[in-house]
């Protein structure tokens, strides 16, 4: 891990080197039916520069680990433990007024659903130079030039004449536009993308993908990009965590996690996604029964009651909870032994793919 810096810093760190650590995460709600574990042991390391992909279902833990790096859960009552260690600075050990002054500045957040992120009542130029004037010591005129130059960047046109119209006159693509030129309007070093593609159709998918690439490199941000389809991450990631009932059950390079992938979970992933590279004979396979309750979650292996593969009486996959393999090429959280993993992949799900 690279050497501290103060809050205030803006040295970049070099290309590669980590700039977000997250330690054995949990994050719990206490409701009258008990304790929810949202979010139960996660670790992962983001590098500088690049990208990681968090897949999942719904209700696997993804939005919640997201919000848990931005701060968002302070005030409530949400029970948080473990390492977020940005930029060698510890996020979850700030005072409240140092975290406001690295949200949105430092670390930023694309949501899911901009019409409802952005603010109905103001027009999209003020939410844009709000969030630049926070941070900086500048006139209304000076931010308002900034946001319209970044608008344009984003790809909105007419900017000049778009900042003073309201989120409703948007498009959805051009509020999820809006809403990139917002997280991106204070050069941050870290930008999460949570569903950004979700309602919008298709072509406007690929144009918002393109564009974060293309931010990216401009800026050399770091991105975090949330979904639950695989094929959203498959080409701008550098690796991929696969979530599952709150806690990581694989994770790797993209290339192996399309390629050789380990987890049987995995697997039904990349089996529900429609593929367009090739004429596809077999029907779509969706995954089994529905995910776990968070409050009462399987005994032994989270996945097991879903899972085709299993095999409770030599595994134990219903009572021994399975930890990451060390000796596996990528780390992977699997009663199955490796070889035989390997085996039915080859032989029973890449021909399916």
């Known amino acids: 891990m690279s050497t501290?810096?103060?809050v205030e810093s803006e040295e970049r760190l070099p290309r590669g080197d980590v700039l977000l650590s997250v330690r054995d995460l949990r994050v719990r709600f206490p409701t009258e039916d008990g304790l929810v574990k949202a979010v139960d042991g996660l670790s992962f390391d983001l590098r500088q520069?690049?990208?990681?992909?968090i897949?999942?279902?719904?209700?696997?833990?993804?939005?919640?680990?997201?919000?848990?790096?931005?701060?968002?859960?302070r005030g409530t009552r949400a029970e948080i433990s473990g390492l977020i260690s940005f930029d060698g600075v510890d996020l979850l050990g700030l005072a409240d007024e140092d975290l406001r002054r690295r949200r949105g500045k430092d670390v930023a957040m694309v949501f899911q659903d901009p019409l409802s992120a952005l603010h109905p009542y103001y027009t999209v130029g003020n939410q844009v130079v709000e969030a630049y004037r926070v941070h900086h010591d500048t006139t209304k005129a000076a931010a308002r030039q900034r946001a319209i130059d970044m608008l344009d960047r984003v790809g909105i046109p007419n900017p000049a004449k778009r900042i003073d119209q309201?989120?409703?006159?948007?498009?959805?693509?051009m509020r999820q536009r809006a809403m990139i030129a917002m997280a991106l309007v204070n050069d941050p070093r870290l930008v999460i993308a949570d569903e950004p593609t979700t309602a919008l159709d298709v072509t406007v998918q690929a144009q918002i993908l393109d564009l974060l690439v293309g931010l990216q490199k401009e800026f050399g941000s770091s991105i975090i990009i949330i979904t639950h389809d695989l094929g959203?991450?498959?080409?701008?990631?550098?690796?991929?965590?696969?979530?599952?009932?709150?806690r990581a059950v694989e994770r790797g390079e993209a290339e192996e996690l399309f390629?050789?992938?380990?987890h049987p979970y995995t697997w039904g992933l990349l089996q529900s996604m429609p593929r367009m590279d090739r004429l596809r004979i077999e029907r779509l396979r969706p995954i089994p029964g529905n995910p776990p309750s968070l409050i009462s979650p399987p005994s032994g292996c989270a996945f097991h009651p879903r899972c085709t593969f299993r095999d409770d009486a030599r595994l134990?996959?219903?009572?021994v909870e399975p930890g990451f393999e060390a000796d596996a090429p990528?780390?992977?959280?699997?009663?199955i032994p490796r070889d035989e993993r390997t085996r039915t992949f080859q032989t029973q799900i890449r021909p399916s793919l």
């Not at 309201?166 to 693509?173: A, L, R, V």
């Open 330 to 335: 990528h780390p992977v959280r699997c009663l």
């Open 259 to 262: 390629y050789a992938p380990e």
């Open 166 to 173: 309201y989120p409703h006159e948007f498009s959805g693509g």
């Open 232 to 246: 959203v991450v498959a080409e701008m990631a550098n690796e991929i965590l696969v979530m599952y009932a709150g």
């Open 55 to 73: 897949v999942g279902e719904s209700g696997s833990g993804k939005s919640v680990t997201s919000q848990a790096i931005m701060g968002l859960y």
């Open 4 to 6: 501290a810096l103060s």
């Open 49 to 53: 520069g690049e990208t990681l992909g």
């Open 316 to 319: 134990g996959c219903a009572q």
